[in-house]
């Protein structure tokens, strides 16, 4: 599908609308098709003991809005356009690494992207807190391990294996972060799949968590990451924003200034760190969004654009095609 101005305005509106039947609106339904990312047991889980949930927080038939906990069997939920344009989307939700969203910035975005073409990926990932091996390498495993297969099954899937993005949002935007700068592998190899890059070829941040510092930290995902007592080199070395990005992919940012959550200086200390790197970066700021909106919490009000914005920008970077 080719995306012009006109139809991509109404993209999120389309993407959120609820199927209707006979009865009351009820929720799109979930994609079938599900990958597993590691073929035996996630790496470091001998003294894992938690049982994963999902829970639902809507109780609106209209739409969901679950979060998993205790996940020690990290997925991606396929999600696959009508009309695919080659471009793949792997995208990490948030939830401050306390548990992970499964719609509203997972599901509920990739139906966006999704209507413009991209084939979406929708992780769910392991949580530090719950005892693996790696503490706040257990994510970024599962992000490592999850854009690699993206990117290793792609020719087989009819997609470009050189047009791999990756979206996240808030905890899930300082996951997509490290996975964009981090040059190191978190695990050993598994499979053939482990032989292709793990660093996607451009990076979607909303409302990132960027720093593990004071006074802009957001102390939840720091706790949960770090524990409750980091020393300055952890904190350090979590920081986005100190984090070598030389050589890093185009990355663009988006963040509501109202954000009680996580303050907008994170974006702005993240992308003064990408202009030092001459990282092609792109920004911008919303009066007022507060925090988490993904898509549907944002309809009717000016940063529902955002995901018209970061489509514009990823065409001008040739992920996509646009007229």
């Given at each position: 599908?080719?995306?012009?101005?006109?139809?991509?305005?109404?993209?999120?509106?389309?993407?959120?609308?609820?199927?209707?039947?006979?009865?009351?609106?009820?929720?799109?339904?979930?994609?079938?098709?599900?990958?597993?990312?590691?073929?035996?047991?996630?790496?470091?889980?001998?003294?894992?003991?938690?049982?994963?949930?999902?829970?639902?927080?809507?109780?609106?038939?209209?739409?969901?809005?679950?979060?998993?906990?205790?996940?020690?069997?990290?997925?991606?939920?396929?999600?696959?356009?009508?009309?695919?344009?080659?471009?793949?989307?792997?995208?990490?939700?948030?939830?401050?690494?306390?548990?992970?969203?499964?719609?509203?910035?997972?599901?509920?975005?990739?139906?966006?992207?999704?209507?413009?073409?991209?084939?979406?990926?929708?992780?769910?990932?392991?949580l530090p807190g719950d005892g693996?091996?790696?503490?706040?390498?257990?994510?970024?495993?599962?992000?490592?391990?999850?854009?690699?297969?993206?990117?290793?099954?792609?020719?087989?899937?009819?997609?470009?294996?050189?047009?791999?993005?990756?979206?996240?949002?808030?905890?899930?935007?300082?996951?997509?972060?490290?996975?964009?700068?981090?040059?190191?592998?978190?695990?050993?190899?598994?499979?053939?799949?482990?032989?292709?890059?793990?660093?996607?070829?451009?990076?979607?941040?909303?409302?990132?968590?960027?720093?593990?510092?004071?006074?802009?930290?957001?102390?939840?995902?720091?706790?949960?990451?770090?524990?409750?007592?980091?020393?300055?080199?952890?904190?350090?070395?979590?920081?986005?924003?100190?984090?070598?990005?030389?050589?890093?992919?185009?990355?663009?940012?988006?963040?509501?200034?109202?954000?009680?959550?996580?303050?907008?200086?994170?974006?702005?200390?993240?992308?003064?760190?990408?202009?030092?790197?001459?990282?092609?970066?792109?920004?911008?700021?919303?009066?007022?969004?507060?925090?988490?909106?993904?898509?549907r919490l944002i309809a009717g009000?000016?940063?529902?654009?955002?995901?018209?914005?970061?489509?514009?920008?990823?065409?001008?970077?040739?992920?996509?095609?646009?007229?």
């Amino acid at each position: 599908m080719t995306v012009n101005r006109r139809t991509a305005l109404g993209l999120a509106a389309m993407a959120t609308v609820p199927v209707r039947g006979l009865g009351p609106q009820v929720a799109p339904p979930d994609p079938a098709e599900v990958i597993r990312l590691w073929p035996g047991a996630a790496p470091g889980g001998e003294r894992v003991t938690v049982t994963p949930q999902v829970t639902e927080r809507s109780n609106n038939p209209a739409f969901h809005d679950r979060f998993a906990r205790y996940t020690t069997d990290p997925i991606l939920t396929v999600l696959r356009p009508d009309r695919p344009n080659g471009a793949s989307l792997l995208l990490i939700p948030g939830g401050g690494y306390r548990w992970a969203v499964v719609d509203k910035e997972g599901l509920d975005c990739a139906r966006v992207f999704a209507a413009a073409g991209v084939t979406c990926f929708v992780l769910r990932y392991r949580l530090p807190g719950d005892g693996w091996a790696a503490g706040p390498d257990a994510p970024l495993q599962d992000a490592q391990r999850a854009l690699r297969l993206v990117r290793a099954q792609a020719t087989a899937r009819g997609l470009d294996p050189a047009r791999v993005a990756v979206l996240g949002a808030s905890a899930g935007g300082h996951l997509a972060g490290m996975l964009t700068a981090r040059a190191d592998i978190t695990y050993a190899a598994v499979d053939e799949a482990d032989a292709v890059s793990h660093r996607p070829d451009l990076s979607i941040l909303l409302y990132p968590v960027a720093t593990m510092a004071d006074p802009h930290v957001h102390a939840g995902s720091r706790r949960e990451l770090l524990g409750e007592a980091p020393t300055p080199e952890a904190i350090a070395r979590y920081s986005l924003e100190r984090m070598s990005w030389t050589g890093s992919a185009p990355t663009f940012l988006l963040h509501a200034m109202d954000d009680a959550s996580v303050p907008v200086e994170n974006s702005l200390e993240l992308l003064s760190a990408l202009r030092a790197a001459a990282v092609p970066c792109e920004a911008h700021l919303f009066q007022e969004g507060g925090h988490g909106f993904g898509i549907r919490l944002i309809a009717g009000r000016p940063a529902a654009a955002w995901p018209q914005l970061a489509l514009t920008w990823a065409a001008r970077h040739g992920w996509i095609t646009q007229t």
